[in-house]
């Protein structure tokens, strides 16, 4: 059995993808795997935003209501933190993902 971080898993497809904004790409590497971690989420949404605008809003909801379900202890100023990170993603995609991966760590 393969790890998920080799070449040519799933998660490796799922970053490539993400770095090119390859969305329907993205969600073929999706439905292989079992779960997808928040941070690789996240990556997602910055494809999604370039590509897909429109569905942007609504992925940017779920992870924030993910990111809260798997952080109990947030609050809501990082809430609101990952409410302005997102919405700077369209003109900062790479500091808008640094700032989320930040809060999630």
């Keep these: 059995m393969r790890s998920h971080d080799e070449p040519g898993t799933p998660l490796r ?3 490539a993808c993400a770095r090119h904004r390859h969305v329907t790409l993205i969600r073929s590497a999706v439905a292989e795997l079992p779960r997808v971690d928040l941070g690789d989420a996240l990556a997602v949404c910055v494809a999604v935003r370039q590509a897909e605008p429109t569905r942007f809003e609504r992925a940017a909801l779920k992870r924030i209501a993910r990111y809260c379900v798997e ?3 947030a ?8 409410a302005a990170a997102f919405e700077a993603m369209a003109d900062k995609p790479e500091a808008a993902l640094t700032q989320l991966l930040r809060l999630c760590a």
């Design 75 to 82: 609050t809501i100023a990082d809430e609101r933190a990952a």
């Design 13 to 15: 497809e799922i970053s």
């Design 71 to 73: 952080h109990p202890a």
